[in-house]
């Protein structure tokens, strides 16, 4: 069974600063894996899929990394805004028999907070 | 980026009665639609892939006559609370995979039930 982990649990940042948030994954058979941010009381935007056979993916001042041998992915934001105050959630999914994407399992999440 | 509307937003009802909750892919077809449901301060916990055109798979432990889904067209899916009691009030959040976008899954805003 999968299972999906987000280190940390939370996170306080001064504005501009660089940081990481991380992900990893007990089975490496994975179709892709998604980054996700969900605002309080609200559904999840997308930010960014990997698929299986990418290292690495990005978008304006957001880079995902995966690692899928270690089970790792790494989500790093660049010059942090207090607007990146959400929780982070990562996901993945396997192939099915079909070759498409199965459900996805997600992670615990990270809370991160951008301070003035 | 694609887009999944859910109505209503939020919903107060009396214990007992039915709620129904619309997901909708406004801007592609979606064969496979998710339902999921999520308390507070936690991660999403998938109820059922719902099918375009056949009976929705439902995860262990979620009742199908409690939660009723209804996957009618490729563009909509519904799910219904029946006989809403207290502990049926939860944020309820549908998502949608895109397949012409590698199978990335895109996300409603939520439905916030609340059962009296």
């Known amino acids: 069974k999968q299972e999906v982990t987000q280190i940390p649990a939370a996170l306080s940042v001064p504005e501009g600063e660089n940081l990481v948030l991380n992900c990893s994954f007990t089975?490496?058979?994975?179709?892709?894996l998604q980054w996700f941010r969900q605002d309080p009381g609200k559904g999840l935007t997308s930010l960014l899929l990997?698929?299986?056979?990418?290292r690495e993916q990005t978008s304006g001042r957001l880079n995902a990394s995966l690692d899928k041998s270690s089970g790792r992915s790494t989500l790093y934001i660049a010059a942090s805004q207090p607007g990146d105050s959400a929780t982070y959630l990562c996901?993945?999914?396997?192939?099915?028999?079909?070759?498409?994407?199965?459900?996805?399992?997600f992670g615990t999440g990270t809370r991160l907070q951008v301070t003035l | 980026g694609a887009v999944v509307s859910q109505h209503p937003s939020w919903v107060i009802c009396k214990s007992g009665t039915s709620v129904k909750i619309e997901c909708r892919s406004l801007?592609?077809?979606?064969?496979?639609m998710f339902w999921y449901r999520q308390f507070p301060k936690q991660s999403l916990m998938l109820m059922a892939t719902?099918?375009?055109?056949?009976?929705?798979?439902?995860e262990q432990g979620v009742e199908k006559d409690k939660f009723l889904i209804n996957h009618a067209s490729l563009t909509l899916s519904t799910l219904t609370v029946t006989s809403a009691h207290p502990e049926d009030s939860s944020f309820y959040i549908c998502?949608?995979?895109?397949?012409?976008?590698?199978?990335?899954?895109?996300f409603g805003e939520g439905s916030r039930l609340t059962v009296l």
């Open positions: 998502s949608a995979r895109d397949p012409k976008r590698l199978g990335e899954l895109f």
């Open positions: 719902s099918n375009e055109g056949s009976k929705a798979t439902y």
């Open positions: 801007d592609f077809q979606a064969t496979t």
């Open positions: 990997i698929q299986s056979s990418q």
């Open positions: 996901a993945v999914s396997h192939p099915t028999n079909t070759g498409t994407a199965s459900k996805l399992t």
């Open positions: 089975d490496s058979a994975i179709y892709n």
